[in-house]
Every structure is written in structure tokens, then in C-alpha cells.
């Protein structure tokens, strides 16, 4: 029975951050087992390991929302690298190789964990874009400048919203947001961070996300730009509230958080 291990990510203490499951394998079981055991943990995402020694990173790693499989995620690769490198104290990083962003690293911090990703480009809608009006109006905005990422990367909007007030005071329709097939990153200014962030997955099986770090991966170059340096800090506003820091490195995105096992066991299948 394959071991199982739940982990708040960008959290400093327990039932804050982003819970995610982390399940090591012997060897990968069909796609179905694999959805049916993330919709049976109801997280936003579990990930899936399988040991590669002798390859270009320690283990191949995927992601699984209770409804599909993505293409990244930041929080659960984070849950994942704290989970190795509590097994394994002498290691200072661990590697993960994945099917469609690349290969990611996370390594230790002196404050908890350095997590390396893709940087996520975005760029402005055009004028009478026709995705921009039903974005807007799933998720309650009169007016916003919108910004779209570009294929292949997994699809994002990062919508931009005056103040942090605004962004918590949003009440999406979930329902016609879950038609809209993309990661809606509703961000402003923050009252204490650089940035402050909501983000909405309902078509990919998760309503709002606690904290997400592939949105970064997007955000962080793009206020990067807005700000004028490559450092910033960010937090995300959802009921369970995460922080990060985030600094951009040529294409790559490096984000420092923190993690705390809350359950273990092991998963009967």
C-alpha cells in the first residue's frame, strides 16, 4: 500500500496554505486509479511520485485535481520536495522530472524551501477579444484589463483589479466560471505585500485555490515589470491565506516558502 502524506505548502503552521497530498509509487497505476484516488483526498491537488534514480532528476512527478490531471503545480511540487527531503536529511535538493513543465527543483532554505518553475508570459488582450467580456462577467468585474498567457503553457488569465479590497471582496459564479477552461488570477497591489491574489480553477474541478504557485509563476515576472525588480513578496487572499516571496531569474521563476505535514498514513488500494 503506497505511503501517504498531507502537507499544508506556503504555510508556517498547521490548516493555513495549501493542503496537498503527496503519494510515492512503486510504479504508475492507470490514469483512472490515479483521478479516482485525488477525487477520494477532495484537495486541490495530489501528486503522484515515482523514484528515477539514474536519470536527469530524482523522481518523475504528476499533479491531480479530484477531476483531471494539469500540466504544473507549484504548492504540490513544494508538499512533494519537503516530504524527500524530510526522508533524506543529508540532501540539500531534490529533482523532479514532469510531463509537460519541464523539470523542477526544489531545494532547501533557511527558511523553509526554494522552488523553481517556469516563468508564465502574459500578454494583454486585444481589443475585442471575445473571452474577455464572459472572464469578466463570471466573476462579478464591470471593467478590468485582462492578460492571457500563450499556448503551450496551461492556460491563465491574470485579471488586474484596483486595490486588495477589491480582490477580496470578489464572489465569482463558479458555475459559468467552470466553463471557461483557464486559471483565472485575479490580482492588485497588496496592503502589506507587493501583491495580493484570488485565484479560480472551477473548470478543473477546484472553485478557489488557497495558494497557488503556478499563478506565481505568472504574477511574478509580470509585477516584476510593473515594479521594477526582480524580488517581490505576494500573498494569497483566500480564506486559508498563504505568503511567498518570489524572485525572477531570466526565464525561471524561484518562489521561498515554507511546509507542515499535518497527516500520514497510508493509502489503501
Known amino acids: 500500500m503506497p505511503r501517504f502524506t498531507q502537507v499544508d505548502a506556503f504555510a508556517d503552521r498547521p490548516f493555513t496554505g495549501n493542503p496537498a497530498a503527496v ?3 512503486d510504479t504508475w497505476l492507470p490514469d483512472t486509479v490515479l483521478t479516482a484516488i485525488a477525487a477520494e483526498n ?4 495530489t501528486a503522484f511520485l515515482l523514484a528515477t534514480p ?4 530524482d523522481h518523475e512527478l504528476r499533479w491531480f485535481t479530484p477531476t483531471s490531471e494539469i500540466a504544473m503545480c507549484g504548492h504540490a ?3 512533494a520536495g519537503h516530504v524527500l527531503l524530510g526522508d533524506d536529511l543529508s540532501l540539500t535538493h531534490v529533482r523532479f522530472a514532469t510531463r509537460q513543465a519541464g523539470v523542477l527543483e526544489v531545494r532547501r532554505a533557511d527558511d523553509g524551501y526554494m522552488l523553481d518553475l517556469p516563468a508564465t508570459g502574459m500578454t494583454a488582450a486585444t481589443a475585442g477579444d471575445v473571452r474577455v467580456a464572459p472572464l469578466l462577467a463570471a466573476l462579478g468585474v464591470v471593467d478590468a ?6 499556448p503551450p503553457v496551461q492556460e491563465t488569465a491574470v485579471i488586474l483589479l484596483p486595490d ?3 480582490v477580496r471582496a470578489l464572489a465569482p459564479d463558479m458555475k459559468a466560471l467552470a466553463a471557461i477552461r483557464l486559471m483565472a488570477i485575479c490580482t492588485a497591489p497588496g496592503d502589506r505585500t507587493d501583491m495580493v491574489s484570488r485565484v479560480f480553477v472551477p473548470a478543473w474541478g477546484v472553485d478557489e485555490d488557497p495558494v497557488t504557485g503556478s499563478a506565481h509563476a505568472a504574477l511574478a515576472p509580470w509585477w516584476s515589470a510593473r515594479l521594477g525588480r526582480p524580488e517581490t513578496t505576494a ?6 491565506g498563504g505568503d511567498m516571496r518570489c524572485r525572477v531569474a531570466g526565464d525561471r521563476v524561484v518562489l521561498t516558502g515554507r511546509c507542515v505535514t499535518v497527516i500520514e498514513g497510508v493509502f489503501a488500494v
Do not use: K, Y
Open 235 to 240: 500573498h494569497q487572499a483566500s480564506a486559508r
Open 77 to 79: 511540487t513544494l508538499a
Open 54 to 57: 539514474g536519470g536527469p532528476a
Open 164 to 166: 486588495e479590497a477589491a
Open 23 to 25: 503519494i510515492p509509487l
Open 42 to 45: 477532495n484537495l486541490s491537488e
Open 145 to 150: 484589463p485582462v492578460f492571457f498567457s500563450a
